[in-house]
């Protein structure tokens, strides 16, 4: 059974820099993106971005000059920074496994639980 | 990037059919994935590709596409399926980016 368990600082300051770490028991580390997203409080999903076992990366272009997603393919950890935050990044962040079907299918088939993040 | 566009509401009586749509030009390209979301939860994957679903889902889901309006359909919805619904995509651009559509809420009645 496959789990990801996430955690990280959950208040912040402005100007401060977010930093989560979610980390995959079971399952194959190789053949999946390993994702971030959030949620602001009330609103809807955002997809921050993601990285492969590789280390290749995609960001949110809204987002890609404050975030570095790094990965440990020894620990089977993949790690998300933030810089510079503002209260308009307060959320609730999740770590996701995104997984490639091929024929242009894919999708976020686990989910961690989920750390709320305060900007204040 | 591209956008995915969704009603950000959408009622169903007991027992009947509801259809939540998506709609974006990525999805001319890539399938659709649906995500329900109840309150204080992680999003769970209940759709996703031409019309699968995870195992544990029930038969009730299922989904499709059309030109560049994706649909997931509930067929005899049941009190627990009250929450929000999400659908994803990759962005046609040719960059490996994915996007989110803003959400339903989805209210069984």
């Known amino acids: 059974q496959v789990q990801l368990q996430q955690w990280g600082a959950g208040l912040l300051k402005p100007s401060d820099t977010l930093s989560l770490t979610c980390a995959v028991y079971g399952g194959s580390f190789r053949d999946y993106y390993w994702s971030w997203i959030r949620q602001p409080p009330g609103k809807g999903l955002e997809w921050i971005g993601e990285?492969?076992?590789?280390?290749?990366?995609n960001y949110n272009p809204s987002l890609k000059s404050r975030v570095t997603i790094s990965i440990n393919t020894s620990k089977n950890q993949f790690s998300l920074r933030l810089s510079s935050v503002t209260a308009a990044d307060t959320a609730v962040y999740y770590c996701?496994?995104?997984?490639?079907?091929?024929?242009?299918?894919?999708?976020?088939?686990?989910w961690g639980q989920g750390t709320m993040v305060t900007v204040s | 990037s591209s956008e995915l566009t969704q009603d950000p509401a959408v009622s169903v009586a007991l027992g009947q059919t509801v259809r939540i749509t998506c709609q974006g030009d990525s999805l001319r390209s890539y399938y659709a994935s649906w995500y329900q979301q109840k309150p204080r939860q992680a999003p769970v994957l209940v759709i996703y590709g031409k019309d699968n679903r995870p195992s544990g889902i029930p038969d009730r889901f299922s989904g499709s596409t059309s030109g560049h309006t994706a649909s997931l359909t509930i067929t005899g919805a049941q009190a627990e399926d009250e929450a929000d619904y999400y659908c994803?995509?990759?962005?046609?651009?040719?960059?490996?980016?994915?996007?989110f559509g803003g959400g339903t809420k989805l209210t069984v009645l």
């Open positions: 994803n995509s990759r962005d046609s651009g040719g960059k490996h980016l994915s996007v």
């Open positions: 990285i492969n076992h590789s280390g290749d990366n």
């Open positions: 996701a496994r995104g997984h490639d079907y091929g024929g242009s299918t894919d999708a976020f088939d686990m």
